[in-house]
């Protein structure tokens, strides 16, 4: 019995040490925050950096737990931006003083503040001190409103830039034949025709092929694949100017396999599968739907057509929904590829690679990610908490977005069972 006392006492104490260290890291002014780069993973902030090599006593008990408050962090960041330094601020308090864990949040809620088109880059400002992230993102939204998207990539070029963009974007397309005129080809009201399959002779469209012939209208094939003798045969009549069809394959593998169902809604079309028994050879050529315009890179397909704004608004909905549901990385990153190309108006900034150590992309996605959170959850002024205990833990921090308070506090409390259960599991062992 007093073993187990004794092993008790060992592991409290090993918390304690543990928690008090990380807190005192995370609280300091030289700190980072914990940032989700685009590619779904954490950067390696100072903070982060620091909790995952400082050399801590090597007791079992340390880096079990170290271990654990590491995971947690991860966790809650990815959930809402800033959450996990928060919550690493937070961990040494909670752990010595079991009350914070009963604390009522309901309570702070009445004093939530929302934000407006006139302050949100005031409020963001006083949050996150990346005041040139800050300023690029509103030159940004400034070019397309708040409702707009904006994209963050890297590039060759030796200064950051904004580029507005209008229309859809896909990246994942091959395109098999057309009557290339340039590095970009441009094509007007296009007919599009969306398959979900392959396209293995040349009966199948032949008579879609005469009547954009005989009308001299341009059309736009989507499919998985097309036999070598359809693409020959539209690439021959492409050149001599008989046709102008453009024949597109969308593969079928993790990054695209849903691709084909966006594209569909932004021509405002069904997609055609013969597991709806729809037979290729029935499609009559009036029927196919219409768009303003599509343009074609060796890398890019934009598709611009603005009557499709209210069903790509609502499948973007939809879309969100799903992908909020889901805590797999790799899942997330699809969904939010497949968001970005269903914004119609956006913006894209460009970082140099030679930037890239400076973290200043991951600033501007975690910057992106408070901006959200603030739009859509609001904030809280830290002065106008009703307990000195939550005052004290918040000094320094002016305003907090409610979605990382609320996400540090609902991980601190899961950390504290957490402990509990690797705390009795341990003595237990011993035994």
């Known amino acids: 019995m007093k073993t187990v006392c004794s092993d008790s006492v060992v592991f409290k104490t090993a918390m304690n040490h543990v928690c008090h260290d990380v807190s005192m890291l995370s609280s300091s002014e030289k700190s980072v925050f914990l940032c989700r780069s685009l590619d779904e993973t954490i950067a390696l902030s100072k903070v982060f950096r620091a909790l995952s090599f400082i050399q801590f006593p090597v ?29 690493l601020r937070l961990i040494d308090s909670f752990i010595r003083d079991k009350g914070l864990s009963k604390l009522d949040t309901i309570n702070t809620v009445k004093n ?28 940004a939204f400034n070019l397309i409103g708040l409702e707009g998207k904006v994209s963050i990539e890297e590039t060759e070029l030796d200064v950051p830039s904004i580029e507005v963009f209008d229309g859809y974007r896909f990246m994942t397309i091959t395109i098999e034949s057309a009557r290339r005129i340039n590095a970009v080809l441009q094509i007007k009201t296009p007919r599009c025709l969306v398959i979900d399959g392959l396209i293995e002779s040349l009966g199948e469209i032949a008579s879609l092929l005469d009547s954009a012939n005989q009308t001299n209208e341009p059309l736009v094939i989507f499919a998985r694949g097309f036999d070598k003798e359809v693409v020959n045969t539209v690439a021959f009549n492409n050149s001599r100017e008989t046709l102008n069809v453009t024949l597109i ?12 169902n966006d594209i569909a809604v932004v021509c405002q079309t069904d997609v055609i599968s013969s597991l709806k028994g729809e ?31 209210h069903s790509v608004n609502n499948h973007v909905l939809e879309l969100s929904r799903k992908r909020n549901e889901i805590n797999d990385l790799a899942l997330r990153s699809i969904y939010d590829n497949r968001l970005r190309s269903l914004t119609s108006r956006a913006v894209k900034i460009t970082v140099p690679k030679r930037l890239k150590k400076s973290l200043l992309i991951e600033n501007l996605d975690n910057n ?35 979605s990382a308070f609320e996400t540090s506090f609902e991980f601190l409390n899961k950390i504290s069972s957490l402990l509990s259960t690797v705390e009795t599991s341990v003595l237990i062992d011993r035994r």
């Open 59 to 87: 007791g079992t008990n340390e880096r079990l737990i170290r271990g654990i408050l590491l995971q947690s962090a991860y966790e809650a960041e990815v959930k809402s931006a800033m959450s996990g330094e928060i919550f």
């Open 112 to 139: 939530t503040r929302y934000v407006s088109k006139e302050n949100v880059w005031t409020i963001l400002s006083q949050i996150s001190s990346n005041t040139f992230e800050i300023e690029m993102l509103q030159t």
């Open 249 to 260: 394959r969308v593969p079928y593998d993790v990054e695209s396999v849903n691709v084909l």
């Open 279 to 309: 037979l290729i050879s029935s499609i009559k050529f009036d029927d196919l739907r219409f768009v303003d315009e599509i343009l074609l890179t060796s890398h890019m397909m934009t598709i611009v057509n603005p009557l499709a704004n």
């Open 368 to 402: 992106l990610r408070i901006l959200k959170d603030l739009l859509s959850r609001g904030y809280y002024d830290c002065s106008e908490f009703e307990t000195l205990q939550l005052q004290h833990l918040f000094k320094g921090k002016q305003f907090m977005t409610v």
